[in-house]
T-cell receptor, first 111, second 114 residues
Framework: DADVTQTPRNRITKTGKRIMLECSQTKGHDRMYWYRQDPGLGLRLIYYSFDVKDINKGEISDGYSVSRQAQAKFSLSLESAIPNQTALYFC??????????FGEGSRLTVL | QQQVKQSPQSLIVQKGGISIINCAYENTAFDYFPWYQQFPGKGPALLIAIRPDVSEKKEGRFTISFNKSAKQFSLHIMDSQPGDSATYFCAARSSSGSARQLTFGSGTQLTVLP
């Protein structure tokens, strides 16, 4: 089983719909992250959490929210999806701000 | 504003050749420079990393060259193989501030022809 699991792996939705992407990890890491990948733009940080009570905005947090339900679970929500949120989303974990361990990604298409 | 500039965007190399990907940065507070490798359908994974107190780090066929004065670092893949075909991301982390998060480059799609 993967150490960092993302669900769903693929999702197609319509503009205005609420979407939640979920991430769970078995690595025992305190730190969890959500990144967005777009062609030509690399990986950009949306939100990160250093523990259950700690949530921080990243570079591109507008239009997104997160919830850290437990040490092992970190979910990303789009309250009202728009087409320019179409992207590949990655959850990652780390023990510190060194090596990141990524999930396999969630591809979101907003029509 | 992209703090880490990566080039080229795509690279095609013959099997056995040398692949070179370059990155440049402006923030002199960066103190950790990793490279991540991403295969299609997978998440990125750490390949190799360097700190600015050394000019080169080698792991097998992969070498990072670091030029602190020029604020540039590069990944060299010697004897490139078709299995090296992937997207490569450079990244940098600041030594200051409470966040110390990684800033990624835009990525390079490497294709190694058989």
């Amino acid at each position: 089983d993967a150490d960092v699991t993302q669900t769903p792996r693929n999702r197609i939705t319509k503009t205005g719909k609420r979407i939640m992407l979920e991430c769970s990890q078995t690595k025992g890491h305190d730190r969890m992250y959500w990144y967005r990948q777009d062609p030509g733009l690399g990986l950009r940080l949306i939100y990160y959490s250093f523990d259950v009570k700690d949530i921080n905005k990243g570079e591109i947090s507008d239009g997104y929210s997160v919830s850290r339900q437990a040490q092992a679970k970190f979910s990303l929500s789009l309250e009202s999806a728009i087409p320019n949120q179409t992207a590949l989303y990655f959850c990652a974990t780390s023990r510190n701000t060194g090596e990141l361990f990524f999930g396999e990604g969630s591809r979101l298409t907003v029509l | 504003q992209q703090q880490v500039k990566q080039s080229p965007q795509s690279l095609i190399v013959q099997k056995g050749g040398i692949s070179i990907i370059n990155c440049a940065y402006e923030n002199t507070a960066f103190d950790y420079f990793p490279w991540y490798q991403q295969f299609p359908g997978k998440g990125p994974a750490l390949l190799i990393a360097i700190r600015p107190d050394v000019s080169e780090k080698k792991e097998g066929r992969f070498t990072i060259s670091f030029n602190k004065s020029a604020k540039q670092f590069s990944l060299h893949i010697m004897d490139s193989q078709p299995g090296d075909s992937a997207t490569y991301f450079c990244a940098a982390r600041s030594s200051s501030g409470s966040a110390r998060q990684l800033t990624f480059g835009s990525g390079t799609q490497l294709t190694v022809l058989p």
